[in-house]
């Protein structure tokens, strides 16, 4: 199967295989429990999705800026991992998260149903009342500001701050 650069000539072999373009990328991702979300700490999407500088071409472009799950799928999985016609969906419905455990394959439709179920539930990552996007921001924020010894409470406070009824529901039945 061939894989298509991903929108600036420059193959993913090559990128995935540069050992500065995957430092870059690891020095953007907030690394904690097997469990845990891991936070994008890089560039956002209008999405709340984490962006990835891949390669940097001259000129006022954003071709060598890939979503950062693409990126890290493809390293952790390989570079064939995504066979045609799928998408990576995210466990966690945090579209910055970077846990490759969080990460499955499905289709385009499996991810807008499970996106539009999902985004009823009360308290629901999906049902944040500042949108993917700001509640992408919000964590950034706190983490860049946190207490290192204080970052998981940190966290849970930015994401708190979304739901602001508190309500918790885990399913629609």
């Given amino acids: 199967m061939s894989i298509s650069p991903p929108g600036n000539g420059v193959p993913w072999g090559t990128l995935l295989a540069d050992g500065e373009t995957v430092a870059r990328y690891w020095s953007h991702v907030l690394c904690r429990g097997p469990d845990d979300c891991w936070w994008w700490t890089g560039g956002l999407s209008d999405t709340g999705h984490a962006t990835f500088r ?4 001259p000129g006022h472009t954003r071709r060598g800026t890939v979503p950062a799950h693409l ?5 952790a999985q390989g570079i064939d991992s995504i066979p045609a016609g799928l998408v990576i969906r995210h466990r ?5 998260c970077q846990n490759p455990a969080h990460w499955l394959l499905g289709t385009r439709g499996d991810n807008n149903r499970d996106a539009a179920s999902r985004r009823r539930l009360a308290g629901h990552a999906l049902a ?8 992408a921001r919000a964590v950034q924020a706190a983490i860049a500001t946190a207490d290192p010894d204080h970052l998981d409470e940190a966290i849970a406070a930015a994401l708190a701050e979304g739901n602001p009824s508190g309500a918790h529901q885990d399913s629609l039945f």
């Fill in 71 to 75: 990126f890290g799928y493809r390293l």
């Fill in 92 to 96: 966690c419905d945090e579209p910055p």
């Fill in 128 to 135: 944040d009342v500042r949108g993917a996007a700001g509640r």
């Fill in 54 to 57: 891949a390669v940097s071409l």
